[in-house]
């Protein structure tokens, strides 16, 4: 069986062949041949797909690739050196050292509400759970608690037609009466976060995968070990404190993540 690639290991050279680069330069621009070929090295590398580690062309191999001499080449290699992109080591090559990190995509937070809220008027909730506890020690960590503080703990499966499509576990930080079993279970929590003056002011989406487990599976209604897509929503006051974590496992057959961002629009929207 074949072993897994690490995460740290050396990205595999990219392929440069003068079929996909050597149409690439423009000869009536009057930007240099090595800078329109830096330009595109560096859209590249910075955009991700040439990763950290990954070995560059040689100068012979990036001359053949676009077509030019060895000198326009080299040019082109010491200036994405000179910009801290590569690392050039005689006898070693060149090595991509720059970090692509992907920034989130921010969008307004009002379309989202009111799509979670519209969603909450539309399904309907089975309680599994709900308590006043100490959560564990990851959860207090995240929430920054004192040692004496306790979170309201709510388990829930929300159904469509009777057919379940999300497993929802949540921890907020609210002492509010009204935040209780019986109104979880008829109203949405959106509109629970404002009866206990909870404001939120910013939310943090993780969209990953997950398998079904023997707890997840007949409470969602599928086999065990089938897909879910997962869901973790960290949410936070005007002041910077995360006052909700929710964990939501989605049965991809029955729900739907659909995002629509448009530029310069107010508004933007999330069904989650």
Known sequence: ???PASALAPAPAPA???HSL???LRGDLPTPLYHQIFSILRDRIVGGELAHGAQMPTEFELAEAFDVSRITAKRALD????EGLVERRRGRGTHVIHRHEPKPVAAPLTGLLENLEILGEHTEVRMVQFRRASPPDPVRELFDLDADEDLAHAVRVRTKDGVPFGHYVSWTRTTHKAFNAENLAKSSRIKLFRRAGIHLAQVEQTLSAALADSILAPRLEVETGSPLLTLERRSYDPEGRLVDLLLI?????QFRYQMRLDLGARDGGAAG
């Open 79 to 82: 200036e994405l050196a000179a």
């Open 249 to 253: 496992h989605y049965r991809p057959d």
């Open 1 to 3: 069986m074949a072993k």
């Open 16 to 18: 440069f062949s003068a």
């Open 22 to 24: 050597a149409g690439l």
